[in-house]
């Protein structure tokens, strides 16, 4: 099994910001579909954007405006930069890649993911 690091989780207020990172020796050349998702307690795990090997991102409307996903092919990582960060922002931060590239674009499932991080906790108080 792959494995996928994240970082750069913790603690921010309401509106404030944070980057996440997630590495791994599969990110050799950044062409698969790699994804960022959350879970928050007692929910559902739901994706937050994805990016595909041609750097077209998907972003959940919740999102849209606030947060970029966007790869570092030098460092082999993947990152979400999260701003205007809201209370109901605050879940377990997930990276997860696909074994390919192809419709990435509808792939937003859990089980469309085949590797995935430990995740990083992300906590925003008011």
């Known amino acids: 099994q792959e494995r996928l690091v994240e970082s750069g989780g913790g603690s921010v207020q309401v509106g404030g910001s944070l980057t996440l990172s997630c590495m791994s020796p599969?990110?050799?050349?950044?062409?698969?579909?790699v994804a960022w998702f959350r879970q928050a307690p007692g929910k559902q795990r739901e994706q937050v954007a994805s990016?595909?090997?041609?750097?077209?991102?998907v972003y959940a409307d919740f999102v849209k405006g606030r947060f970029t996903i966007s790869k570092d092919t030098a460092k082999r990582s993947l990152n979400l930069q999260m701003s205007s960060l809201k209370s109901e922002d605050t879940a377990i931060y997930y990276c997860?890649?696909?074994?390919?590239?192809?419709?990435?674009?509808?792939?937003?499932?859990?089980?469309?993911?085949?590797?995935w991080g430990q995740g990083t906790q992300v906590t925003v108080s008011s």
């Open positions: 997860a890649a696909r074994e390919w590239d192809w419709n990435c674009r509808t792939a937003v499932l859990e089980s469309d993911f085949a590797y």
């Open positions: 599969i990110f050799v050349d950044m062409t698969r579909c």
């Open positions: 990016i595909d090997g041609k750097d077209y991102a």
